[in-house]
Structure formats: structure tokens, C-alpha cells
């Protein structure tokens, strides 16, 4: 891609720091790589619903249609919970997510060289843990109908539905495969086989799809299992892949792990249009505009939207080696604080990592 | 009680061995301390599959409500994993679970002294955990219809349903207020309030008792941000109450924590009839058979069992203050064993509780 247009969407709470922080990086990216990228701004979450009284404007869904890739930073925040549930900032992530088509979530999960002792596991289970959940993100409980909440006789209820096509079930699955043939070759397909409909469909698509791939080895995960073994011993993963609502689950347990919560990127694909990148963080509001988030994640989401939508990997690779130099002087953000190392603001990081570049 | 009907389910996998020891340790219970227990037993998962072709037998289901409590050990197993989901091992669990209306499954998540070294967190976030997770255990995901595969055109779709009306909610949260006041005061409500209608439901019922029970603690989190926090600072919660789903996979996540999987009990307990009681660990079917598998989770689970229904609290205390000496005299089974520790089988582990009571 010779120059690539960006829909920038800031969003809630931490959100606007550390996408300023974003554009500033992609700025210098320009400048050092002599590339040409076309910023555009557009709303989403509270932001948008305080401007425009919906979280997913028309005009947003435009741009980002027409971009190239799409650079979130949070949506959410306690100033809108009392919404119904459409007009509420999620909600607009969520139509986003539908909208472009956004059906693979993909959250690489690494531990940063220094960072091992911001893990709540010991040190030893850290060692080779390098694993990619493969989220679905456009079906399941997210989405399925009915959703409501209705009278029945004197009383409430409410529902939610699980619902996939094989369809579905089988384009991620593919890309799990897919994404193992290029690591280790080792997938790790999580359901819920022994009480749900949809994983048994599934699980069977997955051993129908196995065929197609010998060289991956394929086994399979009850839900419950696989939060009990990511904490056992995160390293015997290599590619995960799994449903909606338990890849929510599963990814921010596998965050946490390893400590690095605030520098973790996330992409968003689709079939063809526009990628979504965003940091797996949330907006945080209890720290929110006070120039202590940790742009980090936001950053390597910026490196993973060069190399995946651009296909730019030196100015990627340039990222990533800015950030661990950072790192390895001993600068760290507010969350990453140790004894013994320096703390930043939000805009002294984007700065250093600037001049690391 | 003055007497007690227990019917003892032993089902698959290392259910049969570790459900042996826990009826040899009633049969001392009888004799030490001159109590009259009436042991029956029945037939349930795997087992039931191969002798009469369904998981629940109605004889089985007979005897459980005609009970004062039920000792199951676990179901399940490769073996039966082809089968259609209304004749898997588990489909018995789960309607014996609905067929009792054993709507709360409770779980004391803690740490045993001396085997802080078996958990894969950090020693010093083990301190002070001590947490019960009180899981909806007939509704949601697991029963809700349609639950079904369907064609829809060409292709293969499938269902499930996450449904719960009010009356649901509102009984499983009393229930974990009343925990919470029996204990520290703290009530964590686990749920996706930003995503599902149900979650929704749930919240604003959890604010609606919160009133009633001004003296405890409520606090809301959505399961993702749940899945760190247990991790995170699992020395934080008290009780944790959730759904159905959502309760299955962040109870094991809290068990694997505190390292000591072997070693948790559950209860799962209806209005008016017979309580369950039950390891939470499962068939292990990679060690059935071999005298290898911890029973004292199962102990543990007479002991609830015993403190729980029968009200015996004495017989209870025994039960726990016995297996606390075996452990500080340093016997493990093989899933405990650390270097210098002797390791023991599982009848020899039932015989040393046995003399220690
Ligand atoms: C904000 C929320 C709707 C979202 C989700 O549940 O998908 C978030 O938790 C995520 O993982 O991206
Ligand atoms: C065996 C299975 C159906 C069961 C469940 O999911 O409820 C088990 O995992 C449990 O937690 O008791």
C-alpha cells in the first residue's frame, strides 16, 4: 500500500490521551518513513452519544467505510450506564463491529522482556508464553435474537441468544487453522460441547475442517478447562480460537496473565473491507484525563494496523523496537510502575517513544 | 437429623474410587460418633449410559428425592463423547440438577496451608483469599430453548437461549446477600450488563435487593473484567454471586488459582429437597482406575454435606481438622506432590483421614 487513510475514533475516557498519543506517533512515522497517511477523526461511544445523541453515528460508519483501517481508543464509562442498552456506548462498538463486518478478533498475547514482574503468576510459567486468541466477533450472544427483556404472565423475563451458522463457525475456524500454519501449528479450538448446541456444531466443523489442515494439530477445550489451564500453563498455547463471548473471557484472562494488561493491541478483520485496531484495554474512567494512561497497547496497535492493513512491516518493526528500548531504560507508565524504574505521563511516553523511533 | 438417607452417586472416571473413600469415611463417622447414616446407591452418567442406556435412570432420580442428600463423584469421559447431547454423561447431571430444582451451587474457594506452593499465582496474593462463589445452576444457557441444530435454507445454523425470568435472578441473589451478611459483608455480582439483556435484568434486581440489605457491600462487574480481578487480587472478594454459564467458567478459573483443585467441595442446594454434594473437580478419566486421584475434595464435600444438612456440625469439624494433620505431616497424593512430601494412593490417603479423625 503506497498511503493509507485512517479513521481515527478516540472515544471514552483514556481514550482521547492515548489516541493523541497514536496520532502523534503516526505523525513521526510520516516524517521518519517519508509515507503518506491522511488522518480522519470521527466519534463513537459517550462521546458521540453526548454529541449526537446515538454511539454510532451515520457519518462515522461512513468514514470508516471508506478508510483504510480504523484506530479505536476506548469506548464505555460509568456517566452512561443508565441507558438502554442501544444508546449506550458499547452499543456502538458493537454496530461498528457488525457493521464492517469485523469477524475475527485477533489479540496476540506475549509477556515483555522486564515486564515479568507486573504477572500475578510466577515467574516460571511466564517463560514462551506467545499465543493468539482468534475471537469470533460478530456472532453469538452478541448478537442473536430475540434479545429482550418481556412480560410473562405477572412477571419478567429476559433473553439472550446464542446463535451461529456453520457458516460462521467455519470462516473462523479457518483463520484459526490458518494463523497456526504460520506459528506453531498448534490450535486450540474452546467450546462448550457437553451443554451447548452451538459448540457441539462447532466442535464438529472443527474436526471436519482438520482434514483440511494435517499439519496443525487440533484439540479441543471445554470452556471451564481452558480458564483453568491458561492459568496452569499459559505456554502450551499457540493459537486459540473460540466463540464470542467466551473469547471475551478467555482473551482478558490470557491478558492479565501476563501482566502487560496495558500493553496488549488487538485487530478487528474482516472478509474485505477495513481492519479495526484497538488496544484490549478498557477506557478506564478513574484515571481518565489525568495523563497517567499508558499509550503502550495503543502504540502496538498502531505497529499491528501498519503491518497487517499496510503491509509497512519496517515502520512496524520500528514500533515495536522503539517501545522495548523504552522499556528496557527503565521508563515505565503508572500501571507498569516497579521499584527502581522512572514513571511517566501518557505524553512523556509517546515522547520517548518518539525519539526512539 | 437425628439419621440420614444419603444416596451415593459414584458415576465415571475416578468417580467410583474417590466416592469408595468417602463412604468408608462416613462408615467411621458412624462408628466414632454413634451416628445412624443410611448409604443407597445409584446409578448416574457414563455408568448409567452403559447398564441401562440413559444418563438418569429413573430408579436414580427416585432415590435422590426420596434422600436427605446426594454424594455424587463426577461424570463424564471420552467414551460417551460421541453420543448425542440428551445421552452424554453429563445431560444426567444436569437434569438431576433441574429435576431437584438445585438452583444455587456453592463453592468456598481457599487456600490450604501448605499447599500455597501447588498455585501458579505468587505467594503473597494468596494471603487472606477466602472467597464463596454462588453460581445460578438451573437456568441460563444450560436449559433454556429453543436449544436445538436447525436447517435454515441450505445451511446448518444451532441454538442455545439464555433465558431467566425475574424470580430466577431475584432467588439466587437473595442468596448471596445472605451469604455475604453470614460473612465479611462483601457481595460481588458478576455479569455483562453492557452486552446482554438477561445481565441487564440482573443488575438493576441485584440494585432493587441491594435495598434490603443495606448492611452488605453490593459491587458490580462485568464477567471479562472479572476473569482479571480473580487473578489480579483474588483476596478481594468475599461472595461472588453469578449465572449459570458465567459461574461455571469463572469457578474453576478461582479454584485453579488457589492450586488446590483437588481439595474443593461444592454444594448445590434447592428450596425444600436434598442437597448435592460434589468435588468440583471432574471424572479425570486419564487416571481412573489407577488409585491415584486425591479424595479429600470429595471429604471435603461429605463435610459440607454433613455441616449442611444434617446440621452436624462436630462430625464436620472432624472431618476438616483430620485432613488439615494429614497434610501438615506432609502426605500429598500425586496431584499435591512437592518435592519432600511422600506421596500416597487414594485408599491410602482415605486410611491416614481415617486414623487422623
Ligand atoms: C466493550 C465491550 C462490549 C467489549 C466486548 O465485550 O466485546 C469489550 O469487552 C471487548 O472485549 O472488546
Ligand atoms: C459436567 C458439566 C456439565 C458441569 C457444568 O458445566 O455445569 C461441570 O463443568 C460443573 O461445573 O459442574
Redesign the interface.
Given at each position: 500500500m503506497g498511503s493509507m487513510r485512517v479513521a481515527v475514533l478516540p472515544g471514552d475516557g483514556i481514550g482521547p490521551e492515548i489516541t493523541r498519543e497514536a496520532v502523534n506517533l503516526l505523525e513521526e512515522i510520516v516524517r521518519l518513513f517519508q509515507r503518506n497517511i491522511e488522518i480522519q477523526y470521527g466519534q463513537i461511544g459517550g462521546a458521540a452519544i453526548d454529541e449526537e445523541g446515538i454511539p454510532l453515528p451515520n457519518a462515522t460508519l461512513q468514514l470508516c467505510r471508506t478508510s483504510d483501517a480504523v484506530l479505536l481508543g476506548a469506548v464505555?464509562g460509568p456517566k452512561w450506564d443508565e441507558q438502554p442498552?442501544h444508546l449506550?456506548p458499547?452499543a456502538g462498538l458493537?454496530a461498528l463491529r457488525k457493521e464492517l463486518g469485523l469477524y475475527a478478533n485477533l489479540r496476540p498475547i506475549t509477556v515483555f522482556a522486564g515486564l515479568e514482574g507486573a504477572s500475578?503468576?510466577?515467574g516460571e510459567?511466564l517463560q514462551d508464553v506467545d499465543m493468539v486468541i482468534v475471537r469470533e466477533l460478530t456472532g453469538g450472544?452478541?448478537f442473536?435474537t430475540p434479545?429482550?427483556?418481556r412480560q410473562?404472565g405477572q412477571?419478567?423475563?429476559?433473553?439472550?441468544?446464542?446463535?451461529?451458522?456453520?457458516?460462521e463457525i467455519e470462516r473462523i475456524l479457518r483463520l484459526g487453522f490458518e494463523m497456526a500454519r504460520q506459528r506453531r501449528r498448534h490450535l486450540t479450538s474452546v467450546d462448550?460441547a457437553?451443554?451447548?448446541?452451538?459448540s457441539?456444531?462447532?466442535r464438529e466443523t472443527a474436526e471436519r475442517l482438520a482434514l483440511e489442515y494435517p499439519d496443525v494439530t487440533l484439540n479441543h477445550l471445554l470452556?471451564?478447562?481452558a480458564?483453568?489451564q491458561l492459568?496452569?500453563c499459559p505456554s502450551r498455547f499457540d493459537v486459540i480460537v473460540t466463540e464470542n463471548?467466551?473469547g471475551?473471557?478467555?482473551?482478558?484472562?490470557a491478558?492479565?496473565?501476563t501482566g502487560s494488561?496495558g500493553m496488549l493491541p488487538s485487530a478487528s478483520l474482516s472478509e474485505t473491507g477495513p481492519g479495526l485496531y484497538e488496544p484490549i484495554h478498557?477506557s478506564a474512567p478513574d484515571i481518565a484525563g489525568q495523563n497517567k494512561a499508558n499509550p503502550l497497547a495503543m502504540f502496538l496497535s498502531v505497529a499491528m494496523m501498519l503491518r497487517q492493513t499496510a503491509g509497512w512491516a519496517r515502520e512496524a518493526d520500528a514500533i515495536q523496537s522503539a517501545i522495548e528500548s523504552v522499556l528496557a531504560e527503565g521508563w515505565r507508565t503508572d500501571d507498569l510502575g516497579e521499584p527502581g524504574t522512572a514513571r511517566l505521563t501518557t505524553s512523556e511516553m509517546g515522547a520517548k517513544v518518539r525519539e526512539a523511533l
Open positions: 464505555g442498552g449506550r458499547e458493537l500475578p503468576l510466577r510459567l450472544l452478541y442473536g434479545k429482550e427483556r410473562s412477571e419478567w423475563e429476559a433473553v439472550d441468544t446464542l446463535h451461529y451458522t456453520e457458516a462448550k457437553n451443554v451447548l448446541e452451538t457441539r456444531l462447532w470452556v471451564d478447562n480458564a483453568m492459568i496452569k463471548m467466551f471475551d473471557i478467555l482473551s482478558d484472562e491478558a492479565m496473565i494488561i478498557g
